[in-house]
């Protein structure tokens, strides 16, 4: 116990005088630390901070984030990527408005029911906000922990994750529980890291096991790896020069870049550059696009998702009736509406150069 509490008292002092300044750390507004939980999965804090200021400038409260419309606030997220927090943050917030009179849930019991919000975001709303002693695991804290305690099961295993849930329970200080959370969180990210970890500056190298036995390099173990699937894609920037017009749609709300909008995009067999091949298609196989005429190849991109890699191959092309793409998933904007819409960052630099 005197070792837990040791480990406790160094970090929360180390995190004191190490911590990285980030706007939300000024707050204590559960909707503030919600959103800015939400935004940093999966992205980094360098590139978050722009997002977190413009969208809380845009949506100030939890009302008025639940009154705008779904198409602001993936707008006000483009760039960002993984859109479906954008939409969850929305759902959320009616749900919120709704059921709790405007105020993100003060229980894990209630907070877990919310839209988009896993154990690891209870975990941080209901610590950092609230004080309260609920664990934020994510994967800074379960590479910190595996390394100090040196667990060498599998770090994506759920009895692991529960282990390690429960260490961090246990040692979660009274009145500084917040701190606690942000301080493991900032440890793993700054100084606890996957590769060139820094062991001479952390507060509790003293206890660590893997550094006792040298195995900062093994640990943590990660049996399962998500398999990424390769995928070839013609995107089209298609054109009526009459009218001055481009070729999008706006995707279902299911699947890979729901209800975001995008470019004319084919699956193709194999990376291609030749127009003959594209059109074979559209002739082939794509009736919605009837009519449309590839006249050159532009040039390529790539983009990786959670699951899957895309090798782009972009064309351009023409359509001078509308009769033929009415009724059809598509429809003409003009040039100058493209910025008022919600792209994913994959067409973005596809748009941009066209």
């Known amino acids: 116990m005197i070792e837990k509490e040791q480990i406790v008292i160094d970090l929360l002092k180390w995190f004191k005088q190490n911590k990285r300044w980030m706007p939300?750390?000024?707050?204590?507004?559960?909707?503030?630390?919600?959103?800015?939980?939400?935004?940093?999965?999966?992205?980094?804090?360098?590139?978050?901070?722009?997002?977190?200021?413009?969208?809380i400038e845009r949506f100030p409260t939890i009302e008025d984030l639940a009154a705008a419309t779904e198409e602001d606030v993936l707008k006000s997220w483009e760039g960002l990527g993984y859109y479906s927090r954008g939409r969850n943050l929305h759902k959320a917030a009616k749900v919120i408005l709704e059921k709790h009179q405007g105020i993100v849930p003060s229980t894990y019991k209630e907070i877990i029911k919310i839209p988009g919000i896993g154990p690891?975001?209870?975990?941080?709303?209901?610590?950092?906000?609230y004080n309260q002693p609920v664990p934020a695991i994510d994967g800074n804290v379960m590479r910190v922990y595996s390394r100090l305690y040196n667990i060498s099961k599998d770090i994506m295993a759920k009895e692991t994750v529960e282990e390690v849930r429960q260490r961090v329970e246990v040692m979660m200080p009274d009145g500084y529980c917040g701190d606690f959370s942000?301080?493991?969180?900032?440890?793993?990210?700054?100084?606890?890291?996957?590769?060139?970890?820094?062991?001479?500056?952390?507060?509790?190298?003293?206890?660590?096991?893997?550094?006792?036995?040298?195995?900062?390099?093994?640990?943590?173990?990660?049996?399962?790896?998500?398999k990424v699937t390769q995928h070839n894609k013609a995107v089209l920037w298609i054109e009526d020069k009459i009218h001055n017009q481009i070729l999008v749609k706006k995707n279902k709300d299911s699947g890979l870049l729901a209800g975001m909008?995008?470019?004319?995009?084919?699956?193709?067999?194999?990376?291609?550059?030749?127009?003959?091949?594209?059109?074979?298609?559209?002739?082939?196989?794509?009736?919605?696009?009837?009519?449309?005429?590839?006249?050159?190849?532009?040039?390529?991109?790539?983009?990786?998702?959670?699951?899957?890699?895309?090798?782009?191959?972009?064309?351009?092309?023409?359509?001078?009736?509308?009769?033929?793409?009415?009724?059809?998933?598509?429809?003409?904007?003009?040039?100058?509406?493209?910025?008022?819409?919600?792209?994913?960052?994959?067409?973005?630099?596809?748009?941009?150069?066209?």
Not at 29 to 43: D, F, G, K, R, V
Not at 120 to 128: F, H, P
């Open 24 to 55: 939300w750390r000024e707050t204590k507004n559960p909707y503030y630390i919600w959103i800015s939980e939400i935004m940093l999965q999966q992205t980094r804090v360098e590139t978050v901070i722009d997002y977190y200021t413009r969208f």
């Open 120 to 129: 690891y975001t209870a975990g941080a709303v209901l610590s950092i906000a």
């Open 182 to 226: 942000e301080a493991l969180m900032e440890l793993g990210a700054t100084i606890c890291t996957p590769k060139n970890y820094k062991c001479e500056a952390c507060p509790i190298r003293d206890y660590c096991r893997a550094k006792e036995q040298n195995l900062q390099e093994q640990l943590p173990v990660r049996i399962i790896k998500t």
């Open 261 to 354: 909008w995008v470019l004319p995009t084919l699956d193709l067999e194999k990376k291609s550059k030749a127009v003959e091949d594209v059109q074979q298609v559209i002739d082939e196989k794509t009736d919605s696009l009837k009519g449309v005429t590839i006249e050159e190849y532009v040039g390529e991109s790539k983009h990786v998702f959670t699951h899957q890699k895309w090798q782009i191959s972009i064309f351009r092309g023409v359509c001078t009736n509308h009769e033929d793409l009415r009724d059809t998933e598509f429809q003409w904007v003009s040039k100058g509406q493209l910025k008022d819409l919600a792209f994913p960052t994959v067409y973005i630099k596809i748009i941009s150069v066209s």
